[in-house]
């Protein structure tokens, strides 16, 4: 969707484990840059020395990619030709249980991109109201067992780990409702993790600014793992006559796109059998492309 260019400049916001950045930089050969970010320093370092070989062509740092405008300012750029998301944990973060993202192993509460970051999921889970949690657990998680699951946990507290609270969740929802092909925690990791992390907030913030920063012919493209980013992304592409975007599943008037984009695909693009076959992880990941027009 990008095709980088030779000379061209590129920006990928979720380094991750450096497979998107690398086949940018690859693509752009023999003179186009990459910027790159990642909240987890551990991501940066590693992807600092896969990329040692590829020349001084990357400029990767530690930073949230909603900071792509002081990345690109600190960079003396003012013109990209392509930026790329893919939102949310790495299978390394998520296959790390020190960093506490998973259920099936025991691992403390934490879930921090950023581990330098004060929140942790610890916090969330122990000191949140009843109504709050059940609030973020209903809307980022789409949980319909939300409130059930938001008491068990405050009549649980101190919660220690990932497993005692996947234990407290699967406990809350009755069995014969519990999800066929999910764990029945699935859901309710994933609404403390995009708590802890301020996903919703940190992609509303980063839209515009990457829009503003596209030169004409720029493309844009985000893969997202989740139907709340999703419905962001693709009212963002819209245009001014969608600028709802959404908060916790209230409706928020947001200002709206300056930027006009044509939209590369009308429909996401989600993964073929054969790839989630090789990659389950794959299995809700969907990306959206949009050229900017003017
Ligand atoms: C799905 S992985 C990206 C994988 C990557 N595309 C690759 O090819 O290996 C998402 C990464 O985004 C990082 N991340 C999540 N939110 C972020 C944010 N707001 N700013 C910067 N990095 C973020 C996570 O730490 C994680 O490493």
Known sequence: MMQPKDGGRYFDGTL??????????????????????????????????AMAPLGNRAHLFTANYSDIDRICAGLGWDRLDGVLVDLGMSS???DDKARGFSFLAD?????RYDRGQALRAYDVVNTYGIEELAGIIRAYGEERFARRIARRIVESRPVEGTAGLAEIVARAIPRKFWPERIHPATRTFQAIRMEVNAELDNLQAFLPKAASLLAEGGVLAVI?????????????????????????GLPVQREAPAEHFQRITKKP?????????????????RLRAARRLA
Do not use: Q, W
């Open 107 to 111: 691992g403390p509460l934490d879930m």
């Open 224 to 248: 997202s793992f989740h139907s709340l980013e999703d419905r962001i992304v693709k009212r963002f592409f819209a245009g001014p006559s969608a600028a709802l975007l959404y908060r916790r």
């Open 16 to 49: 991750g484990d450096g497979g998107h950045a690398t086949a940018v930089l690859e693509a752009c050969a023999p003179s186009g840059e990459l910027a790159g970010c990642d909240l987890d320093r551990d991501a940066v370092e590693r992807v600092s020395r």
């Open 92 to 94: 390394i973060e998520l």
């Open 269 to 285: 693009i989600v993964a073929s059998e054969e790839e989630i076959r090789s990659n389950p992880r794959a299995r809700s990941a």
